[in-house]
């Protein structure tokens, strides 16, 4: 993590790239959580990345994220489980049927949203992210990811409010085989358990990371010097997709030669351009 002085614009850039996916769930008659995921425009189209297991138990049209609503802009009438929801002053709206493009194996999902109205409040709430945010890792930098816990939902009132969780910790060896038998070496990386700091101190004890899913993991790119003119849209690198965590043993990550795999079944040239990127910030 970067000095006190740029941990501000970090955590601000993570509060505004990173988005909770929230489902209505039947049994508990209110929201839950299903995962994290992150929004992206690339050539003008919008894409929702996240893990794919996020929809073993979901159908696109369950999922919902919580958007403003600036200047009493009319809201989509896409309700989540077919209920309207405020929550901390944000609608929650369906991100509608979408484009799906799951891969099991490798556990990432693409999704492409196509509602122009929906695109307008995404775009309204949150950071859309591009081709310059890619980076291969750097196996000696830290990383940190974000994302929603269920473990640190609060409930009010008979409401769900979800809350971020913002850690670091560091990539690590393979653990044994035996320990992840689904692992794809070439698309799969790992990060360690026991070497989580909190970025936004004592949030949970002891750490539970279900619900953080589908979250961004990033780099701070060192070679971005430290000055005034530092900011976290440079110096941020988005280096995979969390897949899961073993309690107490590892974190498991999905690198971006997935994400270009996805892409090449959707759009070649955005593939190509991820990769171009990827390669000469490697």
Sequence with gaps: MPDEQ??????RRLAKTCIPLLFYSTKDQALGI???????????????????????DHKIEDIGVPVLNKNNMALV??????????????TIIALGSG?????????????????????????D????????????????????IAGFPISLVEKYAGRMIPKILYFETEIIPPPP?????DTIELYH?????????????????????QGISGGAIWQIDPRVPRDRLWTAARAMKLIG?????????????????????????VDQKIASKIKRVVVKNK
């Design 241 to 265: 997709v969390e897949r899961s965590a073993r309690k107490g043993k590892f974190i498991r990550g999905t690198h971006l030669h997935a994400l270009v795999v996805m892409f090449e079944r």
């Design 99 to 123: 484009i799906v493009r799951l891969h099991g194996k490798i556990d990432i999902a693409l999704i492409e949203i196509e509602n122009y109205e929906v695109i307008l409040q995404l775009k």
């Design 6 to 11: 740029y941990r501000d614009l970090v955590l």
């Design 125 to 144: 709430t949150y950071e859309l992210l591009g081709y310059d945010c890619f980076e291969y890792i750097k196996r000696k930098e830290s990383v940190i």
């Design 34 to 56: 299903a995962g994290t995921g992150s929004m992206f425009d690339l050539d003008g189209r919008i894409f929702l990345i996240t893990a794919a297991h996020v929809f073993d």
């Design 189 to 209: 990386f790992f990060m360690g358990y026991d070497e989580i700091e909190e970025i936004n101190k004592g949030s949970i004890d002891p750490l539970d990371l």
């Design 77 to 90: 009438q896409n309700d989540v489980g077919g209920k309207s929801y405020i929550l901390e002053g944000r």
């Design 177 to 181: 085989q035996e320990e992840c038998a």
